[in-house]
């Protein structure tokens, strides 16, 4: 099966470079990298003209628009049946691409989530950082995984995903007022029953101050946040059945 790789970057030049490496070893010729630029200051894009790969798609977006519409606007404009989503400073592992293949076709489900380890900004293992995990045992505990995502405990982070072309449908476009697109894709794939947990770390995350998923938020904040995901939730359901129909 053919691979899309979906990367949102925004100056991202002090690790992108490596990054894309660890990606573009592991595809095929045709295979594909689908990298949104949110109008970045520093020469992100520089660096990824130089890699001159055919296999690698740059579009540029006009004015910022935020991470979440540009993953949105990756997704929506990969073309092969396996999708990857990426972020800008993460290293993946060797066998990434191959070991969430396999589990994707061999268990026949949309959505793949894995377990990353963490690194700071010179690629040294941070132990004892705190992220959350998946566990495969929970794959198909799809309402205890959606409360998790309510109340904060779920380790689903769009890095460490891979999906199918049939998830696209119920997921795009991602609603403007949504925050977080794995969160958004994590409940739809848990409300289609079509989720799986891999127990195995499949890349590195670089944990630095501008990681965009990472920053700590004040009380309002995450009030508003409890209210998105009720709303986002009956969201999916009218689009599921709307799609049923």
């Known amino acids: 099966?053919?691979?899309?790789?979906?990367?949102?970057?925004?100056?991202?030049?002090?690790?992108?470079?490596?990054?894309?490496?660890?990606?573009?070893?592991?595809?095929?010729?045709n295979d594909e990298v689908i990298i949104i630029d949110d109008c970045s200051t520093d020469n992100t894009v520089e660096i990824i003209k130089s890699f001159n790969d055919h296999?690698?798609?740059?579009?540029?977006?006009?004015?910022?628009?935020?991470?979440?519409?540009?993953?949105?606007?990756?997704?929506?404009?990969?073309?092969?049946?396996?999708?990857?989503?990426?972020?800008?400073?993460?290293?993946?592992?060797?066998?990434?691409?191959?070991?969430?293949?396999?589990?994707?076709?061999n268990f026949k489900v949309m959505l793949l989530s894995s377990n990353s380890e963490s690194i700071d900004e010179n690629s040294n293992k941070i132990l004892n950082y705190s992220i959350g995990k998946v566990n495969s045992i929970d794959s198909d505990r799809y309402l205890n995984n959606i409360f998790n995502i309510f109340f904060c405990k779920a380790g689903y982070y769009g890095c460490s995903m891979a999906f199918t072309r049939d998830l696209k449908k119920y997921i795009l476009p991602i609603p403007i007022y949504i925050e977080s697109h794995d969160l958004w894709i994590a409940k739809?794939?848990?409300?289609?029953?079509?989720?799986?947990?891999?127990?195995?770390?499949?890349?590195?995350?670089?944990?630095?101050?501008?990681?965009?998923?990472?920053?700590?938020?004040?009380?309002?904040?995450?009030?508003?946040?409890r209210i998105i995901f009720i709303i986002s939730m009956i969201h999916l359901v009218f689009r599921y059945l709307l799609i049923k129909r």
């Open 55 to 105: 296999r690698i798609k740059l579009f540029i977006n006009k004015v910022n628009k935020g991470h979440v519409y540009s993953f949105g606007k990756s997704i929506s404009l990969s073309n092969n049946e396996i999708i990857f989503m990426s972020d800008q400073d993460d290293i993946w592992f060797e066998n990434r691409v191959s070991l969430m293949v396999n589990r994707l076709t």
């Open 1 to 29: 099966m053919n691979i899309s790789v979906c990367i949102a970057s925004y100056n991202g030049a002090k690790f992108i470079q490596e990054q894309i490496n660890s990606i573009l070893k592991q595809l095929n010729e």
């Open 188 to 225: 739809a794939a848990n409300l289609l029953k079509s989720n799986l947990h891999c127990d195995d770390i499949t890349l590195s995350r670089r944990i630095h101050g501008n990681n965009a998923s990472l920053l700590k938020r004040k009380l309002l904040p995450k009030l508003w946040s």
